[in-house]
């Protein structure tokens, strides 16, 4: 996902609005619903919002639907459109303005997602392993979740900060600002292809350590415990631990530095988890194996700026991920691109972006296509071998106002799900956002 977590918004500052509306009524208006340059389309409520930003309570309402149209190509070759959604509603408190814990604070986010995904149309049914989404916003199904519920206290002037609650993964580890619709080019790729690591909007227990060790430099660790009954659809609010099957520990070191005035971002990061996975291979599907480790990268940096304005200039980006051992589906993924921030005068808001991953297929799972392929099952209904997928991807966001986005791009998948025999496809995307 592209990543949807940017931004996030409160139900839980319902009760403060009624509380503190009737002290906000005199508040200067500081930007008015429906403006051009207003972060939201409902503007400020009259100064409310910035009143309770002050006292310690920030929200948003916020909108992202992205919709897909196969234009040539794919498993079916169907000229289909589908469209898919997610609605955000959560608030960040302010623990030291409200209660005077210095350091502190509370998020709390819900999250609707709808609708459905052309890849079902573009892709293999009977593929061992899945490919990329060109659609990211319609992954984990139509369902209401609570997405985060964490708490973070800093110690040391910040120099290190706690947090714990439920998170989902890509909070925190392996994050990359996106624009992208194809799930290949958004953040906490690892999550995309690793076992048990558990995206945006699914939320597990957790606990986050991070340490600022230099101004430029963080390190940071995870235990992630890990569920698989936070996955179903009828547990969106349950906080249930009952049916733990493990934990998952990443590592990450990071660095942010500011080269010539322009930023960038580049992280190095590990994962393990001892839970028993499906072991691809030369037997049957229930062979089971706990070699679950992992590697990943995330480079973003900045290398232009335009008309001496650092807001607007040329970024490229790459990530790597790489899986160990036989319960590895993908076993290797890496991306880049380059995106443009204002590249017109007339719209300096706007930008642009391109970007090419790649996808490759454990070894592994073919020895299981083979071995599956041998039986009397497999020859009345054979799988596919499976070896590897590219995702292309080329968009242009028309920000049109300070609340709304309208991003077309245009896709080409070759060997959708990884399948050779499957036509390349093109696919027309569109992406709205919008802030409430």
């Known amino acids: 996902m592209a990543d949807v977590t940017s931004r996030v918004i409160g139900i839980g500052g319902v009760s403060v609005i009624l509380l503190g509306g009737f002290g906000v009524m005199g508040t200067a208006q500081a930007y008015s619903a429906f403006s051009a340059d207003s972060p939201d389309m409902f503007g400020d409520w009259g100064g409310g919002r910035t009143a309770l930003e002050d006292a310690g309570v920030s929200f948003d309402f916020d909108y992202v639907g992205e919709a897909a149209t196969i234009l040539d190509g794919g498993y079916r070759d169907s ?136 101004p430029e430099w963080y390190a940071q660790v995870g235990a992630f415990n890990i569920n698989d009954s936070n996955l179903q659809n009828d547990n969106g609010f349950d906080l249930r631990t009952r049916g733990t099957e493990g934990t998952l520990f990443p590592v990450e070191l ?24 499906r072991a691809y291979g030369d037997g049957p599907a229930d062979r089971t194996s706990d070699t679950n480790t992992g590697l990943y990268y995330v480079v973003q940096q900045q290398v232009t700026q335009r008309g001496g304005d650092a807001d607007r200039g040329l970024t490229l980006f790459s990530m790597g991920n790489a899986n160990q051992g036989d319960t590895a589906g993908i076993d290797r993924y890496v991306s880049v691109g380059a995106t443009y921030a204002g590249p017109f005068d007339a719209r300096p808001q706007d930008d642009a972006g391109i970007g090419l991953a790649y996808l490759h297929v454990n070894d592994d799972v073919n020895d299981y296509v083979d071995y599956y392929n041998a039986t009397p099952a497999g020859s009345l209904s054979p799988l596919p071998r499976q070896g590897h997928e590219y995702d292309a991807e080329v968009y242009y966001s028309f920000n049109l106002t300070g609340y709304l986005t309208l991003r077309p791009n245009l896709q080409y998948v070759v060997n959708p799900s990884a399948v050779d025999s499957v036509d390349n496809a093109w696919v027309a995307g569109t992406t709205i956002k919008a802030s409430f």
């Open 254 to 277: 990071g660095y942010t530095p500011t080269l010539n005035g322009l930023a960038g971002a580049y992280k190095l990061g590990f994962y393990t988890q001892n839970v028993d996975n």
């Open 79 to 214: 000229h289909v459109t589908k469209y898919a959604d997610q609605f955000a509603v959560g608030a960040n408190f302010d623990l030291d303005k409200l209660a005077g814990i210095p350091d502190a604070e509370f998020q709390l986010t819900v999250t609707n997602r709808n609708g459905h995904s052309v890849n079902d149309r573009l892709s293999d049914p009977g593929a061992t392993v899945g490919g990329s989404s060109v659609q990211e916003v319609q992954g984990r199904g139509p369902v209401t979740r609570l997405t985060q519920f964490w708490y973070r206290q800093r110690f040391f002037n910040d120099a290190l900060a706690v947090k714990l609650g439920r998170i989902p993964f890509g909070d925190d580890f392996a994050t990359i600002d996106s624009n992208f619709q194809n799930l290949a080019f958004g953040g906490a790729q690892p999550g995309n292809w690793g076992n048990n690591i558990y995206n945006w909007p699914i939320a597990q227990w957790a606990a986050v350590i991070r340490a600022n060790v230099a």
